[in-house]
């Protein structure tokens, strides 16, 4: 078992290769670089996609985020988003920030067709193709990129544990086992489903101190979330700036107050951002949500922790030590 800031002399695969851990530095735990939908990008293409000047755009953001402390972001697009390695390495190759790829799959409800009649027991029959494709994107690298997915990705969300939900769970549960890389989720705190996604994982021995419960920051209900904090998961206090789910005010005091309660190793902050993202386009972000951009907690949001008194260990331990933590790969077979 590693300690309470991860083993620092492990490797984490990121876009350029495998950094220390103790390399990782400032993290972000779950942002975006671009949320596409190909069937449409091919022909039906958005107004405002151009890939290189979303490349550019994302480079520009990147370095910026470099001169503001950021060593690390977490890319949380996995397929059913519109993941694209090879645009995200071509970002990779010209920043200084590491970035770290993810796999799963993103879907509240529904996997596509092709899921339907392959797996055992399906038309096709077969292995299941999900963990094949989360295996593969971990063990061997997304594509012919060579770039590893450090983390797994699962969503719940008002359709709640639907049988296609819970098959990508166990898909990622599964190789979690396999590779003891972190499973990390979205999660609908209005319906209080974090619990059901970290009583899933944890009885599937997937440990606490690998298990992101995303969004959780979103929740303005205490009770609820020293109920999350209760499981050992740690909970993504990860959409600063996204106006449309809640506002900062109420984010900041939450975090506050769980720092104050001395929880601060449970929580990641992030932002959930994106460069592009296909759902809130740049434009309507602009207007609607001008600080949902990936700088905002290191400008606006971390200084205001400050001067609620959360000092400067437990920023340490949210940005820095939990991340690595949750990022180095859990011994394989030591859980349960
Ligand atoms: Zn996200």
């Not at 690298?141 to 769970?169: F, H, N, Q, S, Y």
């Amino acid at each position: 078992m590693t300690g309470v800031g991860g083993d620092p002399s492990a490797a984490v695969p990121t876009y350029r290769g495998s950094v220390d851990a103790a390399d990782l530095g400032w993290t972000l735990t779950h942002e975006h670089l671009f949320v596409l939908f190909p069937e449409l990008d091919r022909e039906h293409p958005h107004p405002e996609w151009d890939p290189d000047a979303a490349v550019a755009s994302a480079v520009r953001g990147l370095e910026e985020l470099f001169d503001l402390g950021v060593r690390t972001v977490v890319d949380l697009t996995v397929p059913g988003l519109g993941r694209s390695a090879e645009l995200v390495g071509r970002v990779a190759r010209r920043v200084r920030v590491n970035i770290v790829a993810a796999t799963g799959w993103y879907t509240d409800d529904v996997l596509p067709p092709y899921f339907r009649t392959h797996g055992p027991g399906r038309l096709v029959g077969g292995p299941d193709p999900l963990v094949e494709i989360l295996r593969r994107d971990v063990v061997d690298g997304i594509g012919e990129t060579g770039v590893r997915a450090g983390v797994l990705k699962a969503v719940t969300d008002a359709p709640g544990l639907t049988p296609d939900v819970v098959r990508v769970m166990e898909a990622a549960a599964t190789v979690h086992h396999e590779t003891g890389v972190p499973v990390t989720t979205h999660s609908n705190p209005a319906l209080r489903n974090g619990l059901d996604q970290a009583r899933f994982f944890l009885e599937r021995g997937v440990p606490a101190s690998h298990l992101v419960i995303g969004h959780s920051g979103d929740s303005t209900d205490l009770d609820y979330v020293l109920e999350l904090v209760d499981t050992g998961a740690t909970l993504g206090m990860d959409r600063f700036g996204m106006s449309h789910t809640g506002d900062d005010t109420t984010r900041i005091a939450m975090v506050a107050e769980l720092v104050r309660r001395g929880y601060a190793s449970q929580l990641v902050l992030s932002h959930d951002s994106a460069y592009f993202s296909r759902i809130t386009p740049p434009s309507w972000r602009r207007t609607n949500a001008p600080h949902w951009t990936p700088d905002h907690l290191s400008r606006r949001v971390v200084p205001t922790l400050r001067d609620q008194g959360v000092d400067d260990a437990a920023i340490e331990t949210m940005m820095i030590a939990n991340p690595r933590r949750l990022l180095t790969a859990a011994p394989v077979g030591a859980v349960r």
